[in-house]
């Protein structure tokens, strides 16, 4: 079957998309307003970019009811700072409150339990129960599509300052499986790490 994009809504687009681009990690994005109020939502439309510098890029969409640009954009583009957190096992109940649509002057880490826990570079709190923060600095919002439902913004950040916590750490690299990683899938499913496996890639050889 072919689908043609134009032919159909946003909404079924949005369907295809995330039934095919899967598992996605999460960015759980913490922000602070310019009226002190902290905030943080997950993001799954997430990944990283390059590694000198190293770079990550999210998209928060605009609300599908009215087109309205979400919080987490808001705080970003007023105070070019963030925070994303890796969402693992443990907080994945907490994360999913925090996608609730609370209005701007809520504080979200009261409304979800979670811990806000200082930056040293950037204002934005850390979420203290997630094992692994990057404090970013905003490098460009590009605007996507019409002003309206279905339209949105890719947001990119340099990450200037890592939080790992010890024990995840083995030689420079993430230890995984302690990490305890969760991936989006469709709708309201997600994922944990299934059966891993290794594949060595091989240099090029004229045959
Ligand atoms: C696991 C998960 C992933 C999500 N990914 C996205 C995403 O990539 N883009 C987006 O605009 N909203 C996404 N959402 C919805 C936002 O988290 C939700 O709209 C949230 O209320 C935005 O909060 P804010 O207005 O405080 O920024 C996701 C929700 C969940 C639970």
């Given at each position: 079957?072919?689908?043609?994009?134009?032919q159909?809504?946003?909404?079924?687009?949005?369907?295809l998309?995330?039934?095919?681009i899967l598992?996605r990690?999460?960015a759980?994005?913490?922000?602070?307003?310019?009226?002190?109020?902290?905030?943080?939502a997950?993001?799954?439309?997430?990944?990283?970019?390059?590694?000198?510098p190293?770079?990550?890029c999210?998209?928060?969409?605009?609300?599908g009811?009215?087109?309205?640009?979400?919080?987490?954009?808001?705080?970003?583009?007023?105070t070019?700072?963030?925070?994303?957190n890796?969402?693992?096992?443990a907080?994945?109940?907490?994360?999913?409150n925090?996608?609730?649509?609370?209005?701007?002057?809520?504080?979200?880490?009261?409304?979800t339990?979670?811990?806000?826990?200082?930056?040293?570079?950037?204002?934005?709190?850390?979420?203290?129960?997630?094992?692994?923060?990057?404090?970013c600095?905003?490098m460009?919002?590009?605007?996507?599509?019409?002003?309206?439902?279905?339209?949105?913004?890719?947001?990119?950040?340099?990450?200037?300052?890592?939080?790992?916590?010890?024990?995840?750490?083995?030689?420079?690299?993430?230890?995984?499986?302690?990490?305890?990683?969760?991936?989006?899938?469709?709708?309201?499913?997600y994922?944990?790490?299934?059966?891993?496996?290794?594949?060595?890639r091989?240099?090029?050889?004229?045959?």
């Amino acid at each position: 079957m072919k689908i043609d994009p134009q032919q159909q809504t946003f909404k079924d687009n949005y369907k295809l998309m995330i039934g095919s681009i899967l598992p996605r990690p999460i960015a759980f994005v913490s922000t602070i307003s310019t009226e002190g109020v902290y905030n943080v939502a997950p993001f799954s439309f997430f990944t990283g970019i390059t590694s000198k510098p190293p770079t990550i890029c999210f998209a928060p969409t605009r609300r599908g009811t009215d087109g309205a640009e979400k919080d987490t954009l808001k705080n970003i583009r007023d105070t070019g700072e963030f925070v994303i957190n890796i969402v693992n096992e443990a907080i994945v109940e907490a994360m999913n409150n925090a996608a609730t649509e609370y209005p701007p002057e809520y504080d979200e880490f009261k409304e979800t339990g979670l811990t806000p826990g200082p930056s040293e570079i950037v204002r934005a709190p850390r979420v203290e129960e997630s094992p692994i923060n990057m404090e970013c600095r905003l490098m460009q919002i590009i605007e996507i599509g019409p002003p309206e439902p279905g339209g949105g913004f890719l947001i990119i950040g340099e990450i200037v300052l890592f939080h790992i916590r010890d024990e995840l750490l083995n030689n420079g690299r993430i230890d995984t499986g302690k990490l305890q990683p969760v991936g989006r899938l469709a709708g309201a499913e997600y994922t944990k790490l299934g059966e891993r496996f290794t594949l060595v890639r091989k240099p090029f050889s004229k045959r």
